[in-house]
């Protein structure tokens, strides 16, 4: 199969910086997501990586090592409405084949 | 545009009951999927269509059927629900477009509980 790994949780302090990691094997890969999930609601795209490097968004960012078969989301000056789900996908082969999820990374923003 | 939109939103059952959950999308999207989620198991695939008239098997299909007989509808039935259904369904829907970037988007989720 092609596992995707991610922490289970993390915790961090508001107004800080949180680096989320994802690890994913390498062969066919053809793009990586990142989503967050707030509790009891629908993944929400974040940003997408496919070529090797750093995506920036405001306060989050993206980052994509491909022959490392490595990602890592950064939040940035965080807030507690941050706390949620981050989930890392990636997609494998043609735009056929489905996403491949990680179980996830619960974030606790605390003050 | 509506996005994705599925019905119910919750929904209890007895065991051995059928229903079908219902999807629609009106971004004229060609690929459309099913998911599961658990506690501690993330997103898992059930059945997914790249158009009408084509769907596939995902990671975990069984009890569960699709099809695809226009493009902004993909209903998923259960046939005979069991407790192990019990579960957060969310439909995602996506462009098709070789070797590019395809973000999904996804429903609000149906909340089922098997009894």
């Known amino acids: 199969g092609q596992n995707i790994d991610q922490p289970t949780e993390m915790t961090a302090t508001e107004g800080a910086i949180v680096q989320i990691n994802c690890t994913y094997q390498?062969?066919?890969?053809?793009?990586l997501f990142w989503y967050q999930q707030h509790a009891g609601e629908a993944p929400t795209f974040l940003s997408y990586n496919v070529l090797d490097g750093l995506e920036e968004k405001g306060r989050f960012s993206s980052f994509l090592s491909r022959s490392k078969g490595y990602s890592y989301l950064l939040l940035k000056e965080l807030q507690m409405k941050d706390s949620a789900s981050y989930l890392c996908?990636?997609?494998?082969?043609?735009?056929?084949?489905?996403?491949?999820f990680g179980k996830g990374t619960r974030l606790s923003v605390i003050a | 545009n509506a996005g994705v939109t599925q019905t119910p939103k919750f929904q209890v059952l007895k065991t051995g009951q059928s229903m079908t959950l219902q999807c629609a999308q009106d971004?004229?999207?060609?690929?459309m999927s099913w998911y599961r989620q658990d506690p501690g198991m993330g997103l898992r695939l059930i059945h997914y269509?790249?158009?009408?008239?084509?769907?596939d098997q995902g990671e975990v299909p069984n009890g569960y059927n699709v099809s695809r007989s226009t493009t902004e509808d993909f209903p998923l039935r259960l046939l005979s629900a069991a407790p192990s259904q019990t579960s957060v369904y969310f439909c995602?829907?996506?462009?098709?477009?070789?070797?590019?970037?395809?973000?999904?988007?996804f429903g609000p989720g149906t909340r089922l509980t098997v009894l």
């Open positions: 971004m004229n999207h060609e690929y």
């Open positions: 269509s790249v158009g009408a008239g084509i769907t």
């Open positions: 996908a990636v997609s494998y082969g043609s735009g056929n084949t489905p996403l491949v």
């Open positions: 390498t062969s066919g890969f053809n793009g």
């Open positions: 995602a829907s996506s462009r098709r477009d070789r070797g590019s970037y395809n973000e999904q988007f």
